[in-house]
């Protein structure tokens, strides 16, 4: 916390106590690096909300793909005249650029949804196995290190080859892969909570133990759970880039990225380099922008780093 | 101790059979291996000849428990594609991960090592800052795509664009020789040009952890007494980095690599298949696309085992190292 917060007599006159959120913001863009980061996270976001209206064709519109377009370097104009390639076409004649943009969206969505879903699933694990401890935290704890010894994508990859393909399925597969650092982290951190002042009070307040447990514990345990969340966002998306392209992640029908990158190995040995080249670039756009922001985000939110 | 042992032994024979039911069940449910290995207008007749003859006929239960019981007798059941054993299959391509594994722990170290002390040593320099930014390209590239992109420079556009630039191979094992009774390319200059893309493309994850790691613990290690005294002495440079610090960053430095060999060979899974690396996870791959039971199953046993013991031993090695650690404590 900063001083002019603590003693008002020493602030200036017209400055208002900076709230955590500012000194958080003012915080994290001290760092250059950090700001590119988040700036090439924005790019992603941006492109991957506004796909439909930005790219220049709809890649899943089969009807409007023209074959003889196939396999175009970048920047070759289209046929019909209408559209430049500015980033080439792949073997069915789709702009790379627009199938990028689309890739993008469903990488950015199975990365988001799951790291959501396995945090939220995480946190419930993790909080009661610290607030309940003995039997239950022992037994829910070794569950997750079971989880966590072995390898993610080895887990991921058996899961889905018993799922089968689909968004849906890969959602399933990351979530249950990830869920347990969540757990193990909000664990850790609430037990430091659970014998503080304030936790107390509450349970002499009589509070009920989820309220305690949520409402109260659980705030202060967010910042170290929203980095492990960043870092843990990066790897979902690598790890579906890698499951696509190993042939069991989402359809053919709706390529993400890795997708994309899959379909352009065919191609690579004859030159056509492109079809490979930029998906990849554009994946990792996103998982350098994400680590960078989120590698300085861990010391702005450690408490340690306050004063 | 030995209680702890066992205690983690009755746990891992525990996660085999949990795992093993729901592979088994999952994989049963979810496709028909018999669609996959005949022809389309095979009629039923055939179709069923085949199920019996493949056991698939059964109930879920008794197909389970007479591969639970094959399996206790280390049998894992005959490929559906192969026809061979597919615990002999897997054994068979395991050198290959191996080797493969190896050589990419033997880049990684090697270069890594080096390039993690020197950014210690000098933090500030421009080599240093090159380093570490490299080192986070190397954790967040998409290890295929970089596999891809290896492949794309250094077996098609550089070959084709410079004439005497050598093309280097980018799929298969090459020339192999035999070293006591197993088929090695390690040993072969053919083999060796035919690793050396997939274990570059494997080592550079591994290998920007261990410059991170190097070059955290060299910044640790340097203002100590001993390496100062060291220097008092009037020892070279060489020899102080060299022997006296260097000493000190290998026992982090080795016991991350220990734990860093099982991720390999999971992560060989991905480096196999972009360069068709006959290896155990090409093999894993191929037969979870073409739906063979019998090898994923025995794929994913041989695995929990290599785990579970891998795991075991570099708990049982942090008692061994640190005695602050109690393994019965834990276990309770």
Redesign the interface.
């Known amino acids: 916390m900063s001083e002019t917060a603590l003693d008002p007599a020493r602030a200036p006159v017209a400055a208002r106590p900076q709230t955590p959120f500012q000194r958080i913001v003012s915080n994290f863009c001290e760092d250059r690096l950090a700001v590119f980061g988040l700036v090439l996270v924005l790019a992603a976001l941006f492109v991957a909300i506004f796909a439909p209206l930005i790219s220049p064709q709809d890649p899943f519109d089969i009807g409007a793909l023209d074959l003889l377009d196939a396999k175009s370097p970048p920047g070759t104009v289209s046929g019909d005249g209408k559209i430049t390639y500015w980033l080439g076409t792949d073997g069915q004649a789709r702009d790379m650029m627009s199938a990028i943009f689309y890739g993008m969206r469903l990488s950015l969505f199975v990365g988001f949804t799951s790291v959501i879903a396995a945090l939220g699933i995480g946190i419930v694990v993790g909080l009661v196995a610290a607030y309940a401890g003995g039997r239950i935290d022992?037994l829910l704890m070794?569950v997750v290190d079971?989880m966590l010894?072995?390898?993610a994508?080895?887990v991921a990859?058996?899961l889905l080859?018993?799922?089968?393909k689909g968004i849906d399925k890969v959602l399933i597969a990351l979530i249950l892969v990830q869920w347990a650092y969540f757990a193990r982290a909000a664990r850790a951190a609430a037990l430091v909570e659970r014998n503080k002042e304030y936790v107390e009070a509450a349970h002499c307040l009589a509070l009920p133990a989820g309220r305690i447990v949520f409402r109260h514990m659980l705030p202060n345990c967010l910042p170290s759970l929203i980095v492990i969340a960043t870092i843990t966002l990066?790897r979902a998306i690598?790890l579906e880039?890698?499951l696509s392209?190993?042939?069991?992640g989402v359809p053919v029908t709706q390529p993400s990225l890795?997708m994309l990158?899959s379909n352009?190995?065919e191609f690579?040995?004859s030159?056509s380099?492109w079809i490979?080249?930029f998906p990849?670039i554009a994946?990792?756009i996103a998982?350098?922008g994400i680590?960078?922001a989120g590698?300085h985000l861990r010391d702005v939110l450690n408490p340690r780093n306050l004063r | 101790m030995l209680v702890y042992i066992i205690r983690r032994l009755m746990q891992a024979a525990l996660v085999m059979v949990v795992m093993s039911a729901l592979v088994f069940a999952g994989i049963y449910l979810i496709g028909d291996p018999v669609a996959m290995m005949i022809s389309p207008d095979a009629s039923e007749i055939e179709r069923d000849a085949v199920r019996a003859a493949l056991g698939l006929d059964r109930p879920l239960w008794r197909q389970y428990l007479v591969f639970m019981n094959a399996a206790l007798h280390g049998d894992f059941g005959k490929s559906f594609l192969a026809g061979q054993p597919a615990m002999q299959l897997i054994f068979e391509r395991m050198p290959a991960t191996m080797e493969l594994v190896f050589l990419s722990l033997v880049i990684a170290l090697g270069l890594g090592l080096p390039m993690g002390v020197y950014a210690g040593l000098r933090p500030k320099s421009i080599g240093a800052k090159t380093i570490m930014t490299g080192s986070i390209l190397g954790f967040s590239l998409p290890n295929f795509w970089v596999g891809l992109m290896l492949i794309m420079v250094f077996a098609v556009l550089l070959p084709d664009l410079v004439p005497w630039w050598p093309r280097l191979p980018a799929s298969g094992r090459g020339t192999t020789v035999s070293v006591l009774g197993v088929n090695l390319s390690l040993f072969t200059g053919d083999g060796l040009l035919h690793l050396l893309l997939p274990a570059i493309t494997l080592a550079l994850y591994k290998g920007a952890l261990i410059v991170r790691l190097a070059r955290a613990t060299a910044r640790e290690v340097l203002p100590m007494d001993y390496v100062k005294f060291a220097r008092a002495k009037g020892l070279s440079e060489r020899r102080v980095v060299g022997v006296h610090v260097l000493k000190n960053i290998m026992i982090p430095i080795a016991t991350v690599s220990g734990l860093e060999f099982g991720q390999s060979v999971a992560f060989a899974v991905i480096t196999e298949t972009v360069f068709a690396w006959p290896g155990m996870g090409k093999l894993l791959i191929d037969s979870i696309l073409l739906l063979d039971r019998p090898v994923v199953v025995a794929y994913l046993m041989i695995i929990v085992v290599f785990f579970v013991v891998l795991n075991l031993l570099v708990d049982l090695l942090y008692s061994v190292l640190d005695p602050r650690v109690r393994l019965e404590s834990r276990a309770a």
């Open positions: 022992a070794r079971i010894s072995f390898p994508i080895l990859l058996i080859s018993v799922l089968g990066a690598a880039a890698t392209f190993l042939g069991v890795g990158i352009g190995f690579l040995m030159g380099y490979s080249f990849g994946l990792a998982i350098i680590n960078l590698d």
